[in-house]
């Protein structure tokens, strides 16, 4: 097909295509051209490929509007499923643009195929980096839209960053995209689980209504069993609810369904469980059971307030939102409360089609249990002769569900209308329906026998058979009087064809021929005749009528039998032959025939219990009611089962909350919200309170072991938040963040409080900072008065006003006061320090030599961003110093004119965590171009390599630079793989200096010595040299020590000691070291986990501290 | 949640397609097109259908079906309500939701299913934000943007979006400050063979239609709340006031909108304004059949019955139609075996009818029950179930508003059976 357009092209379009395009330059480059001109002018070809050339131009082109108009076409191509992705390089150009319009057609554009196309569509990735960081919350909020919904899995750890950062964003807007993104992240890479759990736990907290639907629904996707996340946010939702956004509600109510079922007992009494005998004992003394009642069960304060919160919401003019409270109360509200919904339900009935279908299917479940709750409107559920097919069966199985002794004549003179419908398929279910009326209700099952019997003289054949069927399955119930009925039927079996009605009045011939001996054998022989002419249900059931016969009245039908036995014997059907062969063995009696004829009676003839006629939707309670699994009765995968009630309820005072976490975007006032939010908390009973604080005292002995280790994390995540905002400052020393950083500040300092005071008296921590006595005595007396809260935010309020006064002035704070006790002071400093850190830092990359030789962009915008998440106590930098020395991979002999070099980019690695970014350049110094350069699947040594993607085509004397990520798993043992060509296989080995497995990290002074304190004995290891003078300045040892290993440098308050400190890539393990000068000796420190490691790093420190060249 | 969104045309053709995860072939829908093929009526295409690896969840609007792919589990209502709310907002844009329609506007139609959906979970449905955000396609607008190259697409986000009256933008200015209140109520009726009600109920709707400037509170109060049994609401009403005082008290959003949907407790008969005398014989054996009908008003309260509309369909044995109305125009489609017959006004005086005969095919038997018949009517400035307006006041805004408010009766299901 290309090459016969392109053929076309040759010798008839050529001509108009050039002039095409020199139409669409002409215009462009007249002023204020109007694009819809040059757009009628592309528009006179008709074949795609040459249009899309046309687009790219236009795309290509300088001015925006013609790029409007080309990214218009190319949308449209995409709605009606044509395949634009060739456009992709012309398309992800524009990614930047100004216009706002253009952009978001670039962004569907680009979420299209960016799954096809990764490579090029890494090329955007640093565009939205940036937009993410805009003051716009907008802009902010769609390109981490964007970023989330590339699904390209390279950029995980970007996405990830992207979505921590997001999740603590002063816009809800953008904290609820960041919600949305979760779930996108899960789908893209589910082994960021965890990490994903504690950014959904972050934002459960979240107050914003906003917010609320969109993190539940990812809780929902990504950790529906992590029930135990909901405990502290279950009474925020629940006050929340009314105010979410509708689809949210749902997504929240169905949730709390679920919760509720696992947390609270029943509030349904064992005996009146689903039972409609027992509903009506509940009808007739409602007022005692009431009572009694009262006294055994006693419902849960929160189980109640769901309830009183979702009822509101019956009055939704959602329809979803509706079904959602009503499935609710259906699965968790008492029995008596049920009725409340039915209203609701009715009203869904006036919406569209589709709407009543899903609503009667609920209905209709309903109604199996509680007939009381939609008897009132019976009339509702009457057919009308427009409603769609399925609607009406619907409706016609709940007016079935809802019969009883009262309404039957109702009920029934409404279906003989129905039955003359013209839709004769809605009257056969009509027939059917009559028939569980008739077995339900014993009263009417002579008028509604008597009624079918008319029936069978119906013209319409699907009616007669379906009666018959009907028939057959209520004479079973009391066949002795209706002999009369199966004589009629007989009279009518010539006229009836349908199979299934044949074979049905055959069966019931057989089965009661004791009721009608005159014409059962009459009946046989004229199947005889027509035996091989009938269906095989039918054939079955003259064998067997046969057979029944020849035991009862052997006389008039041994031959018949006999006859039809060896015509069964010769079918074609295998059934029908293994049926005749049975039943001639067993009531033929002969020598072979063992014990089995005896009871051939006893077999055939024995009594048949009568067929239960139940509503196809009684086994449908399986189902959690409105759910897609309960509407088609199958479990659709994500399906969550909803549990039993427990028999006992689990602990209560889960659900208390305690920490009041301010809110979010109020900013500088934060700390005055959190108040009256407090106060708020105070409505549930005091007890509860008083319970709580009882816990906590009773918890605290407990806990102890694990105080100290939660405090230390609380505190690395703040570090890790403060660093983050600080990043954001960096770039623009804007106000607003500033006083962002502020806010957040405080709620630390706030919530270090809490902390403390809710571990009143742990011993271990007296005898771990041994000062601390003094506020742990006082926080035990603050706890013991009620308005403890109040006190300890006041006066952390107090300490923190000092802290906005002082602003710019940050020193000031560094100074710890006296008067306060020293577990408070260290935390404080803490915080400052590493603020300091970052404000003192950062710059730094910025001086440091950036590497000349090609540094994929992506890399250095990503810098800022990665951080591995295994370690995120610890924040990364950026590395100090970047060596520019490459190292050889391959020499142009070896590699029969391919040569290749690589380098460290002492950047962390986008392929993954725990690997080592290079940098590899290959160039060709052959003669002839070298096809198909890529790295060998097997890797020889089992380290993990990220491949580069193969180069296709490499130019003589040209050179390529190409990144891959290595994990070296924190060892030195080289690399080795295959580098192949199209024609060849070169085995090289990448051997890693120590230093370069490490990378940067910050930390303050402080923390420095902590982790130093905890890295002694076999984890220390120390020289001594003597330094060369020139090696003395302190400059000099820095820029020693960073070009050695990839480590930061630390602050230092000493000044002849210097500190540097980073992790290893893999397992991101502490590396510190420190050198102390003492003149001229100098005492190199080194501590770390990996001793070998250190060992190796000494050496190394050694000769280049050493060392006199520079 | 929904995966992509397939739009089908009555002929069985995508035309429009789009996915907010990874890409949905279009050969899911073959499963949906087996579904088509079965059903006899298009209507009765099932909303659910399974397929071996997605769900198709499908809505029928204007003879366009919404095809939803959905992959796991989720509640089937919020899908269809979702569809819905797209195709009003559709229709809200374009005035129409017809193919032709979404064709035209096919990029504005990418942006608002972009701004729809995130992943398949709803984000902005307010029709009030999403105006803001993309702006509806007007001629004068078209023209202005490609002269000048500026766009459709807001820059900012929706005030809405962050305030507590989500539903409404701030900033909203108008000369003429004015305010519509529609009541509107549908008779949902089966009349049987005698003439005699099996089943009547009253569904009503207040439509509204608010200009006004600044950010309004309003108050609505009936002089006989008790009527309403059972009611829904707009996202603005106060459910607590609703609660304590029946009173509608609400910040409403600009220009058109639901206020209240509400059901007329059956406790009340329900006045039925038209009765139909009818004579539809067919005799067996003869390929002739009677067919006589006059309509009559009855219980109108004075009102005139407008717009009144009978249609039928019947058996399918009839042939053809020979009739003579006293007023009006009718239709018989030999195909689909509907009759229509468009009545307008019913005068007392001069009762409309229509009579004849239908002929049957030769050798077709007797149908065995006679059609049923529909019919739509209007009746202007009553409100059927005696629903009134007490007042309408406004606090808030220092400007005094226009207030108006009109009633209107209709028939809704109106179904008689001969």
Known sequence: MLGMSANSVSYNDQGSVESGVDAAQENSSIPGSISSSSGAAFSLFSADYKKNEDLKEMLESSKESLKLEAMKRIVGLIAKGKNASELFPAVVKNVASKNIELKKLVYVYLVRYAEEQQDLALLSISTFQRALKDPNQLIRASALRVLSSIRVPIIVPIMMLAIKEAATDLSPYVRKTAAHAIQKLYSLDPDQKEHLIEVIEKLLKDKSTLVAGSVVMAFEEVCPDRIDLIHKNYRKLCNLLVDVEEWGQVVIIHMLTRYARTQFVSPWKEDAVFDENSEKAFYDSEEERKVEQSNLYIMDPDHRLLLRNTKPLLQSRNTAVVMAVSQLYWHLAPKHELNIITKSLVRLLRSHREVQYVVLQNIATMSIQR????????????????????????????????????NISTILREFQTYVKSQDKAFAAATIQAIGRCATNISEVTDTCLNGLVLLLSNRDETVVAESVVVIKKLLQTQPSQHSDIIKHMAKLFDNITVPMARASILWLMGEYCEHVPKIAPDVLRKMAKTFTNEEDIVKLQIVNLAAKLYLTNSKQTKLLTQYILNLGKYDQNYDIRDRTRFIRQLI?????????????????????????????????????????????????????????????????????????????????????????????????????????????????????????????????????????????????????????????????????????????????????????????????????????????????????????????DQKKNTKPKPVQSKAVIKQVEKKEVSLLDLDDFSPAPVTTPKSSILSPNLLSDLQGLLISPTTSALQASFPVFVPETSHELLHRMTGKGLSGQYRFTRQPCIYGNSMVSLQLTLSNSSDQALENIHISEKSSTGQNIHRFNAIERLEPQASVTVSMGIDFNDSTQAANFQLCTKEDEFSVSIQPAVGELLLPITMSEADFTKEQGKLVGMNESSATITMTPENLSSQSVNRKVVSVANIGVIPSSQENIYRFAGKTVSSGSLVLVSVALKDPDAVITINTEKTVMSSMLLRQFKTALTNSSP | MIHSLFLVNASGDIFLEKHWKSVVSRSVCDYFFEALERATEPEN??????????????????????????????????????LHRVVDTFQDYFGVCTEAAIKDNVVVVYELLEEMLDNGFPLATESNILKELIKPPTILRTVVNTITGSTNVGEQLPTGQLSVVPWRRTGVKYTNNEAYFDVVEEIDAIIDKSGSTITAEIQGVIDACVKLTGMPDLTLSFMNPRLLDDVSFHPCVRFKRWEAERILSFIPPDGNFRLLSYHVSSQNLVAIPVYVKHNISFREGSSQGRFELTLGPKQTMGKAVESVLVSSQLPRGVLNASLSPSQGTYTFDPVTKLLSWDV???????????????????????????????????IQQLAISGLKVNRLDMYGEKYKPFKGIKYMTKAGKFQVRT
């Open chain 1, 371 to 406: 007939k009381g709750m939609f008897e009132p409107f019976m009339k509702s559920f009457y057919v009308r002769s427009t409603d769609a097919t399925h609607i009406k069966t619907l409706k016609l199985e709940i007016l079935t569900n809802l019969a009883n002794e009262a």
């Open chain 1, 588 to 808: 033929v009696p002969n020598e072979k025939s063992g014990a089995l004829s005896k009871y051939a009676r006893r077999i055939l003839m024995a009594p048949k219990p009568a067929p239960v006629l139940q509503s196809a939707f009684k086994d449908r309670d399986r189902f959690q009611l409105g759910t897609l699994s309960h509407t088609l009765n199958t479990q659709a995968s994500g399906y969550l089962e909803l549990s039993d009630w427990p028999a006992v309820a689990p602990d209560q005072s889960v659900r208390n909350v305690e920490v009041v976490e301010p809110v979010k975007e109020a900013g500088a006032p934060a700390l005055r919200k959190s108040k009256p939010a407090k106060s708020h908390e105070k409505f549930y009973s005091d007890s509860e309170e008083e319970e709580e604080e009882e816990e906590e005292k009773e918890g605290s002995s407990s806990e102890d072991s694990s105080n100290s280790s939660s405090e230390e994390s609380a505190s690395e995540s703040e570090s890790e938040e403060n660093s983050g905002d600080s990043n954001r400052s960096s770039s623009s020393q804007s106000e607003k963040s500033s006083s962002e950083s502020d806010s957040e500040k405080k709620k630390k300092t706030l919530k270090n409080k809490k902390l403390q005071q809710q571990k009143p008296d742990s011993k271990d921590r007296k005898q771990k900072n041994g000062n601390a006595v003094k506020v742990e005595s006082r926080s035990e007396s603050e706890s013991g008065s009620e308005s403890s809260s109040s006190e300890s935010s006041s006066e952390s309020g107090s300490e923190l006003d000092s802290d906005s006064d002082s602003g710019t």
């Open chain 2, 45 to 82: 295409v099932p909303p659910v259908i399974p397929t071996p690896h997605h769900f198709l969840i499908n809505v029928l609007r204007h003879r366009i079906y919404f095809v939803a792919v959905i992959q796991s589990e989720v509640p089937p209502l919020f899908v269809i309500e979702f």
């Open chain 2, 344 to 378: 307008g006004k019913i005068n007392p005086q001069k009762l409309p009818s229509l009579k004849g005969s239908v002929s049957l095919q030769t050798g077709a038997s007797k149908p065995d029950e006679n059609p049923t018949i529909n019919i739509q009517f209007k």
